[in-house]
T-cell receptor, first 115, second 115 residues
Framework: AQSVSQHNHHVILSEAASLELGCNYSYGGTVNLFWYVQYPGQHLQLLLKYFSGDPLVKGIKGFEAEFIKSKFSFNLRKPSVQWSDTAEYFCAVNAPTSGTYKYIFGTGTRLKVLA | EAGVVQSPRYKIIEKKQPVAFWCNPISGHNTLYWYLQNLGQGPELLIRYENEEAVDDSQLPKDRFSAERLKGVDSTLKIQPAELGDSAVYLC?????????????FGPGTRLTVL
């Protein structure tokens, strides 16, 4: 069965530190990849997405992610985090399954940035 | 543009009681999703609608859960009877084009507590 793994469940960083959150998926075919973010008290919102083309995609608020097909990975990065990046981050994969598409989310990574 | 609206935001009930959640998607979005999110987990799809049709309800526990989207706009998710294990956040999302790679827009969710 398809799955999405986020190995870092909790991450604590100081402001200005660099961030990398891991995301691996299990599906051998074409996939569409997403990172969603949920700030405290707010709803899930899209951070960035990859459909095709340049495997390095840039999203909002200085985030970027790199699709490495050979590693089945779509890691999220930010060179310098801010206190306002404190949130929960979810990786999601949209892959064709039985004639339709299935959206599968990872378990999330809770990021806390210390001021 | 108004986002996805859900009500109620919070609901506390005793086990064996019925409960219903309501969702109004973004105007013009044909696809509507209901997700279940347990604490520390990512959203898990319960049901997906394309207009009025439930095109993927494979993860919906049909013995106690039901959903409807009668006019292809608003949707209601019902649980009857509720069990302790149903305590979770119920998310509604919508997208322009379903069954494909598109971005989903999420509502704030309904946090259900079953006592």
């Amino acid at each position: 069965a398809q799955s999405v793994s986020q190995h870092n469940h909790h991450v604590i960083l100081s402001e200005a530190a660099s961030l990398e959150l891991g995301c691996n998926y299990s599906y051998g075919g074409t996939v569409n990849l997403f990172w969603y973010v949920q700030y405290p008290g707010q709803h899930l919102q899209l951070l960035l997405k990859y459909f095709s083309g340049d495997p390095l995609v840039k999203g909002i608020k200085g985030f970027e992610a790199e699709f490495i097909k050979s590693k089945f990975s779509f890691n999220l990065r930010k060179p310098s985090v801010q206190w306002s990046d404190t949130a929960e981050y979810f990786c999601a994969v949209n892959a064709p399954t039985s004639g339709t598409y299935k959206y599968i989310f990872g378990t999330g990574t809770r990021l806390k940035v210390l001021a | 543009e108004a986002g996805v609206v859900q009500s109620p935001r919070y609901k506390i009930i005793e086990k064996k009681q019925p409960v219903a959640f309501w969702c109004n998607p973004i105007s013009g979005h044909n696809t509507l999703y209901w997700y279940l999110q347990n604490l520390g987990q990512g959203p898990e799809l319960l049901i997906r609608y394309e207009n009025e049709e439930a095109v993927d309800d494979s993860q919906l526990p049909k013995d106690r859960f039901s959903a409807e989207r009668l006019k292809g706009v608003d949707s209601t998710l019902k649980i009857q009877p509720a069990e302790l294990g149903d305590s979770a956040v119920y998310l509604c999302a919508s997208s322009l084009v379903g069954g494909g790679p598109g971005e989903q827009f999420f509502g704030p969710g309904t946090r259900l507590t079953v006592l």
